[in-house]
């Protein structure tokens, strides 16, 4: 359950070899994850390799920012020599020939790849289930998920399955199971981390640029994600002809007190549950009692209303991109059949599932109109905190009408996919936003917050996550074994 900082330490100074780490990440996997399921593709003996490697390298004098630390990698990643199937049943066979960008800098940095990590059905769930591989559940309470579609990396760090872990995110996919399962991540600015060969199967392995979706690292503490950050960032080689170091402003303060914080928890498009409404006043009183700048409201904020919208829009013309015609057709029915003054979240999923080359240009146009508010609002703020989603994990739900299942949100149901609307605060305009753990429900279960910060100056948010940790209580081991409903 040590950082991946605190494993380096230790390799540097000789006290443990990486075989040691790795024997004992895989030791608890064979004894743990039957209860989990978080790991669903292992590679041990390529791993224990791979740590022999590292303690030789080390042996003659070598030092790299991850020799020798054991990893998972969500199973939405290529990675040579093992199947990638995005849990898609026909495809349950499928195997690239090469490793992900991702996967390519995790080696090149010396750490121990152990396998790779559940994932729902074309990454397009807060849960992760899928036909192939099972279910994924939570390590604080076997009846809930861990969240997705990075749930099984959430729920492999929750229970010591390995140090660090890469996941990605469009619909809050590396924040949610951060969230739900009291670990941290971070989802970085949009395009700042090359996502080739993070592809559903058989897609080629492409530098292609991905509206919204990011990749990003996952850990048990703030500073880890800031130097697995370190690994990730920068271009694709294949787009610039050579690799490129990329170079991120410093975080813009060193100290608490000096932060100015614009915190929200409230949504006009769906209520904020109360245990996350705590864990949002929980961090506001932590910033407040350093002598932090703390303001509930600012004018200079966008509208959280039309922010949904667009982002709603904008992901589901995403995610309907390759449906058959025959379902398009259908769906652009019904999408003509809405009354024109119907601005609900569904009337805009189904509109952006058939939203036509021109009318995605304008929603286009309309998000950077919300990029250039974000940029005065961090003329005034440092960073903003809000929550991940309205609720801790849920229950398993596995109805497959995404659209019939509801989400309870302290007693009342509103619609499952609703709660998306804050993920996609940060996703819409592209900015950084960090998970951390604030506290627990009072039913025990993990409570994160989001902090966003500025485009470009991920350090900030990070440097804050890194602050509030030890005020905060950071990470928390559940008894990932021993929990169930």
């Known amino acids: 359950m040590l950082t991946a900082e605190e494993l380096t330490a230790a390799l540097r100074a000789g006290e443990v070899t990486s075989v040691d780490l790795t024997d004992e990440a895989i030791a608890r996997i064979e004894r743990d994850d039957k209860a989990v399921n978080a790991i669903c593709v292992p590679d041990f003996d390529r791993a224990r390799a791979a740590a022999r490697d590292a303690d030789q390298a080390r042996a003659r004098g070598e030092d790299r920012p991850l020799l020798g630390v054991p990893v998972t990698v969500k199973e939405s990643y290529n990675v040579a020599g093992l199947p990638t199937t995005w849990g898609i049943p026909p495809h349950r066979n499928y195997l690239p020939a090469e490793d992900a960008v991702q996967v390519s800098r995790l080696k090149a940095a010396g750490a121990v790849v152990l396998g790779k990590t559940n994932v729902p059905l074309l990454l ?54 951060a969230h739900f399962c009291g670990v941290y991540a971070h989802k970085p600015t949009v395009g700042l981390a090359a996502t080739r060969g993070m592809v559903p199967p058989p897609t080629p392995a492409l530098p292609a640029e991905h509206d919204l979706a990011v990749v990003g690292p996952m850990a048990r503490s703030a500073r880890d994600l800031t130097l697995l950050l370190d690994v990730m960032a920068g271009p694709d080689p294949l787009t ?22 614009l915190v929200l928890d409230e949504h006009p498009l769906i209520p904020t549950g109360s245990a996350v409404r705590a864990a ?26 039309e922010a949904a919208e667009i982002y709603t829009q904008l992901l589901f013309s995403n995610s309907a991109a390759r449906f058959p015609v025959e379902m398009y057709e259908q769906l652009r029915t019904h999408a003509d059949g809405l009354s024109a003054d119907d601005r609900s979240l569904d009337a805009a999923r189904l509109r952006g599932t058939v939203l036509s080359h021109r009318d995605w240009m304008e929603a286009s146009h309309r998000r950077e109109l919300h990029r250039h508010g974000w940029r005065q609002v961090f003329a005034e703020f440092d960073a903003v905190v809000c929550p991940v989603t309205p609720t801790p994990a849920f229950p398993h739900d596995h109805n497959p009408d995404l659209m019939g299942r509801r ?13 998306l609307v804050w993920a996609g605060l940060a996703t819409m305009p592209g900015l950084p936003a960090t998970a951390v753990p604030a506290g627990r429900s009072p039913e025990g279960l993990p409570v994160g917050v989001q902090l966003i910060g500025p485009m470009f100056e991920d350090r900030t948010p990070l440097r804050l996550a890194e602050l509030l940790e030890p005020m905060l209580g950071g990470f928390q081991a559940p008894g990932c074994s021993e929990k169930s409903s």
């Open 124 to 177: 397009q769930d807060v849960q992760s289930f899928n036909e192939i591989y099972g279910t994924t559940n939570n390590p604080w309470d076997h009846g809930r998920t861990p969240g997705g579609s990075s749930g099984g990396s959430a729920a492999a760090l929750a229970c010591g399955f390995g140090a660090l872990s890469i996941g990605s995110d469009i619909g809050g996919s590396l924040r949610t199971p």
């Open 240 to 261: 610039l002809g050579v690799a490129h170091e990329l170079r991120l402003p410093p975080a813009r303060h060193e100290q608490l007190g000096d932060f100015r914080v």
């Open 280 to 305: 949002v006043g929980r961090v506001a009183d932590t910033l407040a009692d350093a002598g932090a700048r703390v303001e509930r409201h600012s004018p200079l904020l966008p509208s959280l209303t």
């Open 407 to 419: 989400l309870d949100i302290d007693g009342v149901e509103y619609p499952y996919l609703d709660q």
